[in-house]
């Protein structure tokens, strides 16, 4: 008796009887040893439908005995293996019964999926799939289980004030995922395929009219596409614009000036000038206080040598104090800053304030309410390194149970701890 609740503390099950455990070679694993535990639920949890837990009569024996890798004992394989009739729900129809130790249709129990989902959350794929022996789809099967059924429990979209809506690019930028953050949490609460106004009334559908309504901010980018689905059904809330979006355009602008000089230099037969220009990209990518001491230097030759590209710089970096100084002095900043840029005589930063000019009214909004940029930045950063790093995650689906297990707040604990 002592042993058998040894092995369900080392099993990890709950509401079940073991009815014996063996160590035995599996034939399907190249006679691999391994131990299997053969058990059953308690009677109360007996014959309950996997759907809605309701206790319903037998129908029959499906297909027999099955069995549910579970995690491993010290360097074993570990099986669970019982009966899985099936059973006549008055509302689902006749369906396999619900066992305690494993989600409906899951061929690892709560203990694995847990703990690999946990893993996926917290390490590198390969990490995962080579310490619990299992392939990258079974990984990516494994994580969306785990997610609908924690975000079956509670409803994400409860409470939202203010939300950032965004785009994030997925299959080398051919498909598009529309994603929803809360910018009191950072969290990210809604995500499904697509980038058009018709997948953003979905979230309005899910989210409903009367908390549509609670709706105050909602920041974007500058998709037309957001901004017309949000006037339609949330009328009421202050459209923004991110401010990380906004330096990306300066970002962007100020590194087409740098390839421009390179290429003039290069038709010019300035090799070793062209080079030198070239090497300069990390160094005007980072903020003026991030930069290191050869950073520095760098940039202050560049001042020298290069007048055109280091005003490109400054006009990058002032953009971006725009959003930090905010308010009254940040509408100041940007009056100025649209005036330099206008007369710069740098083609794309003339562009550049041409649409910032267009924006203008939602950048105010920006600088009045003070969104949290931060939060929801680093959840949009999160979620394009996720993207590259996500290879088995290839369904817009799997992508988006991943995104939810990492920013979405859908993480498990790991089994057998204390919360
Ligand atoms: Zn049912």
Redesign the pocket.
Known sequence: MRSVRVFRRLLGVEHTVIESVELIKDEELSDEEVITASVRPVASRALR?S??E?R?PYRDAGDGRRRWRTLDLGTVKAYLEADAPRVQ????GV?VAAVPWARPKARHTHAFEDTCAWLAAHSAFTVVAAMLRITWRSVAGIVTRVVADLAGKRDRLDGLRKIGIDEIAHRKGHRYLTVVVDHETGRLVWAAPGRDTDTLLKFFDDLGPERSAALTHVSADGAEWIHAAVKERAPQAVIALDPFHVVAWATKALDEVRRGIWNKLRWEGKNSYAASVKGTRWVLLKNLLDLTGEQKTTLASISKTNKTLYRAYLLKEQLRYVFEAKGEEGRRLLAGWLAWAKRSRIPEFSKLAKTIEKYRPLIWNTLDHNLSNARVEATNTHLRVLTRRAYGFHSPEALIAMAMLTRGGLCPPLPGRAA
């Open positions: 439908c759907r809605c309701r319903c729900c008055p509302e689902h369906v």
